[in-house]
């Protein structure tokens, strides 16, 4: 390793510049300093899975000598119980909350890379793992820690739920984007129209064989009222939100309002539908000879839920993928204008296939910047590429709802990580609502024109 790669290492994690991944491929300074942040957001989860799975416990309880007597000595309790279980979760997902509320507060009005306060963002890296180590440590000394958990959980049930309304309002906004940016091809180029045909009828494929699907194989002959109530509620919601973005009335508020938005909200209706469904506690009943008998779900991929190491595994790599990947999609640029109701005007739109990325100067630039540029490639020289504090407000909401997820949301005194993919009547409501919700925010998108005419209505 050369003298300039430790060089920049140190700047890394000490000083002020982006980290350059030591001598690896060039990077972008925003796409580093994203990524550091995602990987402590990791670290944390990771960390909250652990102490919420059994197994981890009692392995650590079997092999660790003087387990015991460690425990005592670090006054955690006879068996460590001070440092597992839900207790454990909320109160390391405190300081991980504060610790990115702290920046959201001091990053707020930050539009140029060269002040104070946006090198403390981008840089200083070992220096913030030891703030943030020391904000999840320091959340165990809280004094009266059951008022402190039973106010903290409120908290983190009102942080999860906004979080899941973000989500839903940015997955509306895509579905506007991507119809009103291939319309605007079709002035152009009438295979524009082909590739939006084919795109609705994927989706309201998708959409109609999930329904049926879920219809054969989630609900019987006799029984299971309930899942029968459900596929048919949300069944109907597909075609009302299906009849309403192509009525006459909306048509003539919004002419880039049609079936295509419909069809991808249809779509996610769907695998809402089919989450909660799975989520839901299983039915067990007598049969005719006397034994259990599952009912209302399907018999394949019971084995899943036996092999308790492989739930656990799978569970914190789904948790983590999904809520990363919201987190850094939903502050962009873009999204974050989408959410204040700023769009970009119809006649400036240029239709691509990828039109959530950037345009092709932007890129021409930052190749340029790569062939001439130094390891790390500085592009917010002249502004940010993104709202640092939006950035982390949404981390600080992700971290609540790690929280509640992590410890089943309101039955956490039995919840633990071997039971993730388990049935809990918690889930099952808050994935119905989100599914719901989704659908009240898209018909809002296509109703308040007509209420209430306004370009900030327009998409």
């Known amino acids: 390793m050369s003298a300039r790669c430790c060089a920049g290492q140190l700047a890394c994690c000490c000083g002020n510049a982006g980290c350059s991944y030591c001598c690896g491929p060039k990077v972008r300074q925003s796409r580093s300093t994203r ?62 909350a504060c610790f990115f509320f702290l920046f959201c507060l001091l990053t707020l009005n930050v539009n140029n890379s060269k002040s104070c306060r946006a090198y403390i963002h981008n840089g200083f890296w070992f220096f913030k793992l030891l703030l943030l180590g020391a904000m999840c440590s320091g959340a165990f000394f809280i004094p009266d820690q059951e008022t402190f958990l039973n106010a903290w959980r409120y908290v983190g049930a009102v942080g999860g739920f906004l979080f899941i309304v973000i989500q839903l309002l940015l ?34 494929s998708i959409t109609t064989g999930g329904l049926i699907w879920m219809a054969v194989f989630y609900t019987q002959k006799d029984g299971c009222l309930e899942n029968k109530i459900l596929l048919g509620v949300n069944g109907g919601l597909c075609l009302l939100m299906s009849v309403v973005s192509i009525s006459p009335s909306v048509r003539d508020r919004q002419p880039h309002s049609g079936i295509l938005q419909s069809g991808l909200i249809s779509c996610y209706v769907t695998y809402l539908t089919f989450s909660a469904l799975s989520s839901k506690p299983a039915e067990v009943v007598l049969d005719e000879h006397g034994k259990n008998v599952t009912i209302c779900v399907p018999n394949f991929g019971q084995d899943l839920y036996r092999d308790k190491t492989l739930v656990a595994g799978l569970g914190t790599a789904i948790l983590c993928v999904c809520i990363l990947y919201s987190c850094l999609t939903s502050t962009t640029r873009s999204s974050s204008d989408a959410l204040q109701g700023r769009y970009t005007a119809p006649e400036l739109e240029v239709a691509r296939c990828c039109f959530c990325f950037g345009s092709g ?26 709202s640092y504090a939006y950035f982390h407000f949404m981390f600080f909401l992700a971290s609540l709802y790690v929280m509640m997820t992590v410890t089943n949301w309101f039955n956490y005194e039995s919840a633990n990580i071997e039971t993730f993919f388990s049935g809990s009547w918690s889930i099952f409501w808050v994935k119905m609502a989100s599914c719901w919700i989704c659908v009240l925010l898209y018909l809002g998108t296509l109703v308040a024109p007509l209420c209430r005419p306004s370009p900030q209505y327009s998409v």
Do not use: Q
């Open 171 to 204: 997955l509306v906004e895509f579905a506007h984007k991507w119809n009103k940016n291939w319309t605007a091809g079709t002035a152009t180029n009438k295979l524009w129209y082909a590739s939006l045909s084919l795109v609705t009828l994927v989706a309201y």
């Open 35 to 96: 990524f550091m942040y995602a990987l402590y957001f990791i670290l944390v989860v990771i960390i909250c899975c652990v102490m919420m799975s059994n197994t981890v416990a009692n392995e650590m309880r079997e092999h660790i000598p003087y387990f015991e007597d460690i425990c005592k000595g670090i006054k955690a309790g006879d068996t460590c119980e001070k440092l597992v279980g839900y207790s454990a979760v909320y109160r390391v997902c405190f300081g991980m």
């Open 361 to 386: 100067g932007e890129d021409a630039e930052e190749k340029r910047n790569m062939k001439e540029g130094p390891r790390v490639i500085y592009d917010e020289k002249k502004s940010t590429v993104y």
